[in-house]
């Protein structure tokens, strides 16, 4: 079993529909980071989070320490928010990262 | 635009041969981490790099290694390649390596083993 779980692995969306990702990881962290892999590889950080909730724009990322879960919405989706949106946990000098999620918008 | 930039792009190589990637830095970050990013999976962490010094390393064979330089540029160095080694390596930087601060990545370097 992997130590970073995404659901779902995929998705696909409508515009303007609201998202939800989640991710639950089974060891002790000290932060969770949410990035976004667009093709061709360039990773870009989202949020890191180590309590409750954090917001930017359209994008809010939650966390659940006692329940080891975090979940990253996002509102009024887009076409360009078309990526993979991977989840990444810090223990100890590592980021153990989930397989990732790959959402598409369609106009 | 992170500031992290990562040479060369892409990369074609055969088994047994020898690589080398380079990663530069954001301005003022002193620790580097590698990985390895095989499609369709996460990535998967290689080692880090604080102030010159191998700091933390995944479960990767002694044919991985590293350097970082006092300019906090980097390298990572994969000897006997294997076809397995084909991935995306990203590199990452950071001001510190306790995880308080965040990790800017790097393009990534796509390399292709024959």
């Known amino acids: 079993k992997n130590e970073v779980e995404q659901s779902p692995q995929n998705l696909t969306a409508q515009e303007g529909e609201f998202i939800t990702i989640n991710c639950s990881y089974s060891v002790g962290i000290s932060a969770l980071h949410w990035l976004q892999q667009h093709p061709g590889g360039g990773i870009v950080s989202l949020f890191m989070l180590s309590s409750g909730k954090k917001k930017h724009g359209r994008l809010i990322a939650t966390i659940n320490i006692q329940e080891k879960h975090s979940s990253l919405h996002i509102t009024a989706s887009h076409p360009r928010d078309s990526a993979v949106y991977i989840c990444?946990?810090?223990?100890?000098?590592?980021?153990?990262f989930g397989t990732g999620t790959r959402l598409q918008v369609f106009p | 635009e992170t500031g992290v930039t990562q040479s060369p792009t892409h990369l074609i190589k055969t088994r047994g041969q020898q690589v080398t990637l380079r990663c530069s830095s954001q301005?003022?970050?002193?620790?580097v981490s590698w990985y390895q990013q095989a499609l369709g999976q996460g990535p998967q962490f290689i080692f880090q790099y604080y102030r010159e010094e191998e700091n933390g390393r995944g479960n990767f064979p002694p044919r991985f290694s590293g350097l970082q330089f006092p300019n906090y540029s980097s390298e990572l160095n994969v000897n006997a390649l294997e076809l397995d080694d084909s991935a995306l390596y990203l590199c990452?930087?950071?001001?510190?390596?306790?995880?308080?601060?965040?990790?800017?990545f790097g393009p990534g370097t796509r390399l292709t083993v024959l």
């Open positions: 301005s003022g970050h002193n620790t």
């Open positions: 990444a946990v810090r223990s100890g000098h590592k980021l153990i």
């Open positions: 990452a930087s950071s001001l510190d390596t306790g995880g308080r601060n965040e990790q800017f």
